[in-house]
């Protein structure tokens, strides 16, 4: 229209355009052209840098958008707070006087099935003009529910308030709320409107806190294999979820993970699973299988483990030890070991929202605590342990530990339990160590007696080296990545004195593995 000549400044990554023969403007990335400085360039990333540039020749400055639109509020509906607005035909509009606030939903309603259904409240509708006391009429449209869930976390801090939304004081000790849970379909509109409102009370002198929520996490979704055609690239309809094949071109179905939805009926219900394996069971499977985050990929072998899961712990747990051990041995102190590590490690991560690695670490518990009570034990370790580990899973199994809970002869709920704490005394790394290597030690003698098919040994030896040699060794490798010279690596050993007595074998080990690096750098 005003004859301005156009110049292209976004070229895109896999084609080119030519000024001529565009119809449009092209608003995909691309590389930088006819931009001095700035061509050869990735539009999106270099954005700060003109930014930058703009603003140092006084052109712009960076600004943030936050794309809010007006949100219209009014809905024709029954649930809803009622709109505290009156009309008077003398009047015009008149607000509700502050003293008659809150407006109730009234009671003597007809839901028809059409039109708004607060209109057929004569008792609602019908009221005088609070200005001139001539007859008026009540606004009849709700606030979308979406007014009630942007401050609804204010009204719960203080909820018997008669007089006010909540009390400041109250509102400005519990706020703001450390740990937010929602679902995708909610990240922008109920956070954004949470937000606002939670500021504009803020600026009204509400309450003191400026953000609603300190952390959020939003919930992937459950998943579950369907019939999937490759050819057409859809899901079988549910009429057609039981084909084999694909009824439009006859290809064969795979199966493909999916969200699960009604329309697809790949959807499982609770209850059935409930009615067959248990609450407990059912809550343990979708927090084993799923990490919060990503969610959940349905399987029906995942809810049979995790009866089996819980059945076998409880029976170990509920039972009293049978092999009493009267003397204290190595045992004890490997499984109080892993007890305080597992009370940890658990802790740590139901903190961290990460529920997988709780169960995990149970398990392996578990498992350690099932060859404690088989080996044979002390009676108060296993009790210890057991009263603990009830207590780690019962946020994950509540009805199953609370069953143990009365078996153990505990008076009250377990709920109502103190958390257990750990020694982070023993949790040093000389400590994880230690059990590490104790671990491996047990693993290589079962492997040799397997080789050897010796299951039933008296006698076993191990032969350890001596503790010099560790050092020794260790040395070496520091000093060898540093200089390949033997006499200065020999010089640097013998400054210590108790390697003094082992010159000798020091002085042969040395040269023979400087020979082996020299062998294996040539080849
Ligand atoms: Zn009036
Ligand atoms: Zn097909």
């Not at 607005?85 to 003597?108: S, W």
């Not at 199966?255 to 009604?262: D, I, R």
């Not at 799923?290 to 039972?319: C, M, Q, T």
């Not at 051990?325 to 007890?339: A, G, P």
Request: glycine share 6%.
């Amino acid at each position: 229209e005003y004859d301005i000549p156009i110049k292209i400044v976004i070229q895109p990554f896999d084609y080119e355009i030519h000024e001529k023969k565009m119809i449009r403007a092209y608003e995909g990335d691309g590389t930088l052209v006819n931009s001095n400085e700035f061509n050869g360039m990735e539009n999106r990333s270099t954005i700060k840098s003109i930014t930058k540039k703009l603003e140092k020749m006084k052109m712009g400055e960076d600004t943030i958008n936050y794309k809010l639109r007006d949100w219209l509020i009014s809905r024709q509906r029954y649930w809803g707070c009622p709109i505290p607005i009156i009309y008077c035909d003398t009047c015009g509009i008149v607000p509700v006087p502050y003293e008659d606030l809150p407006v109730e939903l009234p009671k003597d309603i007809k839901f028809a099935g059409k039109g708004n259904p607060l209109k057929t409240s004569v008792s609602f509708v019908k009221v005088q003009c609070p200005k001139c006391r001539k007859p008026a009429k009540r606004e009849t449209d709700t606030m979308d529910t979406f007014v009630d869930s942007s401050w609804y976390f204010f009204r719960y801090c203080d909820p018997d308030e008669k007089k006010l939304p909540y009390r400041k004081d109250i509102a400005d000790y519990w706020m703001n709320v450390d740990q937010y849970i929602g679902g995708v379909e909610h990240s922008v509109l109920h956070l954004l409107y949470a937000r606002f409102f939670t500021k504009v009370a803020r600026d009204l002198g509400l309450h003191s806190c400026d953000e609603p929520f300190q952390k959020l996490l939003t919930q992937g979704m459950i998943n579950k294999a369907h019939p999937f055609c490759l050819e057409c690239e859809t899901f079988a309809k549910k009429a057609e979820m039981h084909d084999k094949k694909c009824k439009r071109c006859g290809t064969e179905y795979i199966l493909k993970s999916v969200k699960m939805s009604k329309s697809l009926g790949n959807t499982v219900e609770p209850i059935g699973i409930m009615n067959k394996y248990g609450a407990d069971a059912a809550r343990f499977f979708i927090l084993f299988g799923a990490s919060p985050k990503s969610g959940l990929e349905w399987s029906d072998e995942g809810v049979d483990f995790a009866y089996k899961f819980i059945r076998n712990f409880f029976h170990l747990l509920r039972e009293p030890i049978e092999k009493v051990r009267t003397k204290s041995s190595i045992r004890d102190e490997l499984i109080t070991y892993n007890l305080n590590k597992t009370i940890k490690m658990v802790t740590e991560s139901y903190e961290k929202l990460a529920i997988r690695d709780v169960i995990n670490h149970i398990i392996l518990f578990f498992s350690d605590l099932t060859k404690y009570k088989d080996e044979g034990g002390l009676k108060e370790i296993f009790n210890e342990c057991r009263e603990k580990l009830t207590l780690l899973f019962h946020p994950i199994a509540p009805h199953t530990t609370e069953e143990i809970w009365e078996h153990l002869g505990k008076k009250g709920f377990i709920s109502l339990a103190n958390w257990p704490s750990y020694n982070d005394s023993l949790l040093t790394v000389e400590n994880e160590f230690k059990w590490k290597l104790m671990g491996n030690t047990v693993d290589d003698i079962n492997s040799i007696k397997l080789a050897t098919k010796k299951d039933k040994l008296k006698h076993i030896n191990i032969i350890i080296a001596a503790s010099w040699k560790f050092k020794f060794y260790s040395l070496l490798i520091g000093l060898i990545e540093k200089s390949r010279d033997q006499g200065e690596i020999m010089k640097k050993i013998m400054q210590h004195y108790e390697f003094k007595t082992y010159a000798k074998f020091i002085n042969q080990t040395t040269a023979k593995i400087l020979k082996n690096i020299e062998g294996r750098i040539q080849a």
